[in-house]
């Protein structure tokens, strides 16, 4: 919980580099596997080949997409599926869904879960500082709240979709990085 609040306070300071957001995803997800294995979850991977470039601090997305994917495990009670995939999105100027992005080309980072999902009346919440559904001792409510913070220092925004019984989706859209092409 330290080093998360930390976080907070060091806020705008981190090393952006061109990075492989697959790459990321590799590691992170080899990270979290032995864990979901546990509980019977099965990890899909569907990357897509032709993803851009992203200019971001590898060791602070990799905390995003093992964050989401620890979420998206705890959501899951009696085994089911992630899947994690990777688009190119292209948002265009008049693109109203998306306020907050400039027209470019993003690297689009999918998480999806066969979980419980996220009531309604709790939607606009998720991502405030201190707010958790789980229980004491188990959850400091700071891992969403770090995860919308690091996602839009790098210029992105991280976008949710849930229904209750059949699971909840993220979709973490990053930048490219003008100038380099696709990895």
């Given at each position: 919980?330290?080093s998360?609040?930390?976080?907070?306070?060091?806020?705008?300071e981190?090393?952006?580099?061109?990075?492989?957001?697959?790459?990321?995803?590799?590691?992170?997800?080899?990270?979290?596997?032995?864990?979901?294995?546990?509980?019977?979850?099965?990890?899909?991977?569907e990357?897509?080949n032709?993803l851009?470039?992203?200019?971001?601090?590898?060791?602070?997305?990799?905390?995003?997409?093992?964050n989401?994917?620890?979420?998206?495990?705890?959501?899951?009670?009696?085994?089911?599926?992630?899947?994690?995939?990777?688009?190119?999105?292209?948002?265009?100027?008049?693109?109203?869904?998306?306020?907050?992005?400039?027209p470019?080309?993003?690297?689009?980072?999918?998480?999806?879960?066969?979980?419980?999902?996220?009531?309604?009346?709790?939607?606009?919440?998720?991502?405030?500082?201190?707010?958790?559904t789980?229980?004491?001792?188990?959850?400091?409510?700071?891992?969403?709240?770090?995860?919308?913070?690091?996602?839009?220092?790098?210029q992105?925004?991280?976008?949710?979709?849930?229904?209750?019984?059949?699971g909840t989706?993220?979709?973490?859209?990053?930048?490219?990085?003008?100038?380099?092409?696709?990895?």
């Open positions: 919980m330290v998360q609040l930390l976080g907070f306070a060091r806020k705008g981190f090393l952006a580099l061109p990075m492989n957001l697959n790459d990321a995803l590799r590691d992170a997800i080899e990270l979290v596997e032995r864990v979901m294995k546990k509980k019977e979850i099965e990890i899909k991977k990357f897509s032709e851009p470039v992203i200019k971001g601090d590898s060791s602070q997305i990799e905390q995003v997409i093992v989401l994917l620890m979420n998206a495990g705890d959501a899951i009670t009696h085994g089911g599926t992630i899947t994690v995939s990777t688009i190119t999105k292209k948002i265009e100027r008049n693109d109203n869904r998306y306020p907050l992005l400039t470019g080309t993003y690297a689009c980072l999918r998480i999806s879960d066969t979980g419980t999902g996220i009531p309604k009346e709790i939607m606009d919440k998720i991502f405030d500082p201190f707010f958790t789980k229980a004491p001792g188990k959850g400091t409510g700071l891992g969403l709240a770090m995860v919308y913070g690091i996602v839009r220092e790098h992105g925004i991280i976008d949710v979709e849930s229904q209750m019984g059949k989706t993220f979709v973490v859209y990053l930048p490219a990085f003008v100038g380099h092409s696709s990895v």
